[in-house]
Nanobody
Framework: QVQLVESGGGSVQAGGSLRLSCVAFGYIYNPYNLCMAWFRQAPGKEREGVATFLGTSSTSYADSVKGRFTISKDNAKATLYLQMNSLKPDDSAMYYC???????????????WGQGTQVTVSS
């Protein structure tokens, strides 16, 4: 069983930055093989994928965050990061970390999820 704990959320003004972290612990037999992703969900909206980190260095981003967000992973620390710059009010949401060793899964179907960290961006 893999457990995930997110941190780094908070309240910022538009244009500001935040860095989210997600620490994986528990059954971490090989962090290099752990595929991870960030999702977010705003009140009244569906959960959406924000960014994924697959394999050793394959990353992808939602169009809405390209050029502003950067996903990275420190395998030695089994930690996933999301650097968020030029934040907009539309970025306000609960941000969740997800992970799975089965990287063939759609990230939405990853089996391990954190409890989330709240990001609020004011205009």
């Amino acid at each position: 069983q893999v457990q995930l704990v997110e941190s780094g959320g908070g309240s910022v003004q538009a244009g500001g930055s935040l860095r989210l972290s997600c620490v994986a612990f528990g059954y971490i037999y090989n962090p290099y093989n752990l595929c991870m992703a960030w999702f977010r969900q705003a009140p009244g909206k569906e959960r959406e994928g924000v960014a994924t980190f697959l394999g050793t260095s394959s990353t992808s981003y939602a169009d809405s965050v390209k050029g502003r967000f950067t996903i990275s992973k420190d395998n030695a620390k089994a930690t996933l990061y999301l650097q968020m710059n030029s934040l907009k009010p539309d970025d306000s949401a609960m941000y969740y970390c997800a992970a799975d060793y089965d990287c063939t899964r759609n990230p939405s179907d990853f089996r391990y999820w954190g409890q989330g960290t709240q990001v609020t961006v004011s205009s």
